[in-house]
């Protein structure tokens, strides 16, 4: 059971679009939202959530970076959706090899609530 996500992105709009869309679909999950991998590893060093979605293209941690970081944590069990637009050709292969979980593009607000509800329900 998924109860509470960390999302982490140095863009707003997107942190705001993807806190929408959880809370409306699901309003029981906490969700918390930071700009950068050094706040992450913050909250990561006093409690673990359900879930952390990354994105890959931050400043001064990358989400390979923050990715790698939570794996050396007492969060190393916590499951990691690196979730990005990047069209870097290494950047699944790197993801994957890094102890990610799934690699999602990003994706519109209805697809991202398709790909959220199937996820879910994989729980």
């Known amino acids: 059971m998924i109860n509470y996500i960390l999302y982490v ?3 707003r709009d997107d942190a705001e679009i993807f806190y929408e869309v959880v809370t409306t679909i699901y309003p029981a999950i906490k969700v918390t939202t930071v700009d ?3 706040d992450a590893l913050d909250i990561l060093s006093k409690h673990c959530p359900d879930m952390v979605f990354l994105d890959y293209k931050m400043p001064q941690m990358n989400g390979i970076e923050v990715l790698e970081a939570i794996k050396k944590t007492t969060c190393n069990k ?3 959706v ?3 637009d990047s ?3 290494n950047y699944i292969e790197q ?3 890094a102890g990610a ?3 999602w593009q990003k994706m519109t607000p209805d697809n991202l609530q398709s790909s959220l509800k199937k996820l879910h329900s994989e729980d």
């Open 101 to 103: 979980f799934a690699c």
């Open 78 to 80: 916590t499951i990691i």
């Open 82 to 84: 690196m979730y990005s």
């Open 36 to 38: 950068n991998g050094r």
């Open 87 to 89: 069209r870097d050709g």
């Open 9 to 11: 992105d140095d863009d």
């Open 95 to 97: 993801c994957q090899k």
